[in-house]
């Protein structure tokens, strides 16, 4: 028996997308976060 999800609801597909995005999202945050940070470092000195 196989367990089936319902995968045409919207709930789901709008889940599903911001999962996919999610990593790519967090990656370039901290990306942006770290430069940011080392801009301001060399800023003050």
Do not use: C
Not at 7 to 22: A, E
Not at 31 to 40: D, L, T, V
């Amino acid at each position: 028996m196989f367990l089936q999800v319902d995968t045409t609801s919207v709930g789901y597909q709008i889940g599903y997308q911001i999962g996919s995005w999610l990593p790519f999202v967090v990656v370039i945050v901290i990306f942006g976060a770290i430069i940011y940070h080392r801009y301001s470092f060399k800023k003050e000195n």
